[in-house]
């Protein structure tokens, strides 16, 4: 049987806002198929790790490949994901636009 293939490769990340060290050392391997959960208290990274990803956030060192590629240096609109961060989500129905609209 064949070995699963990567679909999200980090290594080695880390990320910096001025002086203070948000992500240390991330290292993931993730492969298709699987599910992976971040968890964590309030301000230890998650988002901050999504943004990098995402390439909303640049990183200071190591290196991020999607589906194979090198897409440390790629902008956000060429990676072929997308998330949303919390504050631009909905906190209350908005009742002049449709739920398929607003999700
Ligand atoms: N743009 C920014 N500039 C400076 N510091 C930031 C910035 N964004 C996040 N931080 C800091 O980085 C750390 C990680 O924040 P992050 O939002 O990634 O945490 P989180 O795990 O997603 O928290 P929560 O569970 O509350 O969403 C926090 O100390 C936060 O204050
Ligand atoms: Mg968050």
């Given at each position: 049987?064949?070995?699963?293939?990567?679909?999200?490769?980090?290594?080695?990340?880390?990320?910096?806002?001025?002086?203070?060290?948000?992500?240390?050392?991330?290292?993931?391997?993730?492969?298709?198929?699987?599910?992976?959960?971040?968890?964590?208290?309030s301000?230890?990274?998650?988002?901050?790790?999504?943004?990098?990803?995402?390439?909303?956030?640049?990183?200071?060192?190591?290196?991020?490949?999607?589906?194979?590629?090198?897409m440390?240096?790629?902008?956000?609109?060429?990676?072929?994901?997308?998330?949303?961060?919390?504050?631009?989500?909905?906190?209350?129905?908005?009742?002049?636009?449709?739920?398929?609209?607003?999700?």
């Open positions: 049987m064949s070995e699963a293939k990567t679909v999200l490769d980090i290594q080695n990340l880390k990320k910096n806002y001025g002086s203070v060290e948000v992500l240390h050392d991330i290292n993931i391997d993730m492969k298709e198929a699987e599910f992976l959960v971040l968890l964590g208290p301000g230890c990274g998650k988002s901050t790790l999504l943004n990098c990803i995402a390439g909303l956030e640049t990183i200071n060192e190591g290196a991020i490949q999607i589906g194979g590629k090198d440390t240096q790629t902008p956000p609109g060429e990676r072929d994901i997308a998330w949303c961060s919390s504050p631009m989500r909905f906190t209350q129905p908005c009742r002049w636009v449709k739920i398929s609209r607003s999700v």
